[in-house]
């Protein structure tokens, strides 16, 4: 079945970067785009963008643009979100979701906390 | 920009219909997909494509996509269906690409 397990919580500073992974398994991880999502605190979800394991196209939402980077590692198959310049607001769960079709998710990784401190 | 509105919150009781509503200029001309999240869990897709289960879904839950609003309908409901439900479709005419909408909790009186 198809799975997505992803790191560990992190705990940052204001100003530091997080390296966010994962890890997936059950498919063709190139036959699928890898988004991410996140969440803060008692909030909804929040599409931070998506990529092309096949070719590394990328697609992030506009307003982190320059301070995200998503790639994929094909020998491992697993993909990391990098947010960088990291704001007490940046504080979330992150998620990373299997894009099935073109434009929607059918499988999930259990979420990633990450903590912004000052 | 393109926006997705919810209700808050929307109650029903055990065995009753619960319908979740979506609201966004001419979404009808969208595919709308739906989650839906348990408390501290990741989201689970319960409808795709408007109207569409995926395979394990129970057929109680349906949706619908017409003019300014895509529902999501919960027939016979049950205390395991209390729960977020977020709205969500790609649209490549804005920058966000992927939108949610704001969720919607469902309380089962």
């Known amino acids: 079945q198809v799975q997505l397990v992803q790191s560990g919580t992190e705990v940052k500073n204001r100003g530091a970067s997080v390296k966010v992974s994962c890890k997936a398994s059950g498919y063709m991880f190139g036959s699928n785009g890898i988004s991410w999502a996140r969440q803060a605190p008692g909030q909804g979800l929040e599409w931070v963008g998506w990529i092309s394991p096949h070719n590394g196209d990328t697609k992030y939402a506009e307003k982190f643009q320059g301070r995200v980077t998503m790639t994929t590692d094909i020998s491992t198959n697993t993909a990391y979100m990098e947010l960088r310049t990291l704001r007490s607001d940046d504080t979330a769960v992150y998620y990373c979701a299997r894009v099935f079709g073109v434009d929607h998710f059918d499988s999930w990784g259990q979420g990633t906390l990450v903590v912004v401190s000052s | 920009s393109y926006v997705l509105t919810q209700p808050p919150s929307v109650s029903v009781a055990p065995g009753q219909t619960a319908k979740i509503t979506c609201e966004g200029n001419?979404?009808?001309?969208?595919?709308v997909h739906w989650y839906q999240q348990k408390p501290g869990q990741a989201p689970v897709l319960v409808v795709f494509d408007d109207s569409d289960r995926p395979s394990g879904i129970p057929e109680r839950f349906s949706g619908s996509n017409s003019g300014n609003t895509a529902t999501l309908t919960l027939s016979r409901v049950e205390a395991g269906d209390e729960a977020a439900y977020y709205c969500?479709?790609?649209?490549?005419?804005?920058?966000?690409?992927?939108?949610f909408g704001g969720g919607t909790k469902l309380t089962v009186l």
């Open positions: 001419n979404i009808g001309s969208k595919s």
């Open positions: 969500q479709l790609w649209d490549s005419n804005t920058d966000h690409h992927v939108l």
